[in-house]
């Protein structure tokens, strides 16, 4: 079982905020992944990455940006948040083709 | 352009019965496709996977279909339990999965007692 953690599970927060997601998997996995989540909706790909100082935007357009310094880490930065950024976060990570591992992802609101 | 799709947003089934989800997908170059069960609160959790070179792959109470004809797949789950109550997920990728996930809607599932 793959060990993924995500913090804050649940932030709100004000517009013009600086947020940072954080993302920590303690299996070596090389490749990680954020998604954003809206109730009822597909999982959609903001940004990936396939090893360290390895990064790439997704499916999705995203304000949000990443990086990748360590291996274990994965946090997303939203330098401003508004309120179209109310969504949930979900972070992954996986080894080779292997299927992705989830955290239990970020509920943001922004008021 | 979904190109993946899961048309029904929620199934109600008994307790006891089989459970069909299905999920169909427009890009031919699709060759692995995975199911995953996520409960409210919780990230999504892994199921089962099936290659386009299998039509069929079974791991305990859950089966996968896969129709590449068709492109369309199914998950079945006999016999049902109300643990399997949550959303499930599918997904799809190109090489084996060396290619990114793309995922349909959900299919929000409840198991009657």
């Known amino acids: 079982e793959a060990d993924i953690y995500q913090t804050p599970r649940y932030l709100v927060i004000g517009t013009g905020k600086k947020i940072t997601l954080e993302c920590s998997q303690t299996?070596?996995?090389?490749?990680m992944y954020w998604y954003q989540q809206d109730p009822g909706m597909e999982l959609h790909l903001i940004h990936y990455?396939?090893?360290?100082?390895?990064?790439e935007k997704g499916d999705l357009s995203s304000e949000s940006t990443v990086s990748r310094i360590r291996t274990e880490h994965f946090p997303l930065t939203l330098e401003s948040a508004r309120p179209s950024h109310t969504s949930q976060y979900l972070c992954?990570?996986?080894?080779?083709?292997?299927?992705?591992?989830f955290g239990d992802g970020t509920r943001l609101s922004i008021l | 352009d979904q190109q993946v799709k899961q048309n029904s947003p929620s199934l109600s089934v008994q307790e006891g019965r089989i459970s069909i989800l299905n999920c169909d997908y427009t890009n031919s170059m699709f060759d692995y496709f995975l199911w995953y069960k996520k409960y409210p609160a919780e990230g999504p959790t892994f199921l089962i996977s099936i290659s386009s070179i299998k039509d069929k792959n079974e791991d305990g109470r859950f089966t996968v279909f896969l129709n590449k004809s068709a492109k369309h797949l199914s998950l079945h789950i006999v016999p049902s339990q109300p643990g399997d109550s949550a959303v499930y997920f599918c997904?799809?990728?190109?090489?084996?999965?060396?290619?990114?996930?793309?995922f349909g809607q959900g299919t929000r599932l409840t198991i009657n007692p």
């Open positions: 997904a799809a990728s190109g090489l084996q999965g060396a290619q990114k996930l793309v």
């Open positions: 299996m070596g996995h090389d490749k």
């Open positions: 990455s396939y090893g360290v100082n390895s990064t």
């Open positions: 992954a990570s996986s080894e080779s083709n292997q299927p992705q591992h």
